[in-house]
């Protein structure tokens, strides 16, 4: 059974970085996609970023680009989500996700089967 855990999370004043891990268990790390998820409160829950460990595919949503940026440690089984100069509009709770297959990023949120609980990410004005 896949197993995922979310840690990291924290309340942060606008510009500042945080690192959120997503630790893995249960599948075969170095073929998996691992996708990065969030929701605010009232709204849809949005794809964030992707990278399959199978072809070093990764994907961003624009509102993140340069300034967030996913890796994975085969090592540790976890992949990571480094966000720099975060803004209040980054604030959510942040999910990791894993589909039932090996594929190249992007991959649909509707394809993810297994999920974390989620970590809170608070960014003040």
């Known amino acids: 059974e896949v197993h995922l855990v979310e840690s990291g999370g924290n309340l942060v004043q606008a510009g500042e970085s945080l690192r959120l891990s997503c630790a893995t268990s249960?599948?075969?790390?170095?073929?998996?996609?691992i996708g990065w998820f969030r929701q605010a409160p009232g709204e849809v829950r949005e794809g964030v970023s992707c990278?399959?460990?199978?072809?070093?595919?990764?994907y961003y949503a624009d509102s993140v680009k340069g300034r967030f940026t996913i890796s994975s440690d085969s090592a540790e089984k976890k992949v990571y989500l480094q966000m720099n100069d975060l803004k209040p509009e980054d604030t959510g709770t942040y999910y990791c996700?894993?589909?039932?297959?090996?594929?190249?990023?992007?991959?649909?949120?509707?394809?993810?089967?297994?999920w974390g609980q989620g970590t809170q990410v608070t960014v003040s004005s």
């Open positions: 249960g599948f075969t790390f170095d073929d998996y996609v």
């Open positions: 996700a894993a589909p039932p297959f090996s594929s190249k990023c992007p991959v649909p949120e509707y394809e993810y089967d297994s």
């Open positions: 990278i399959s460990r199978n072809d070093g595919s990764t």
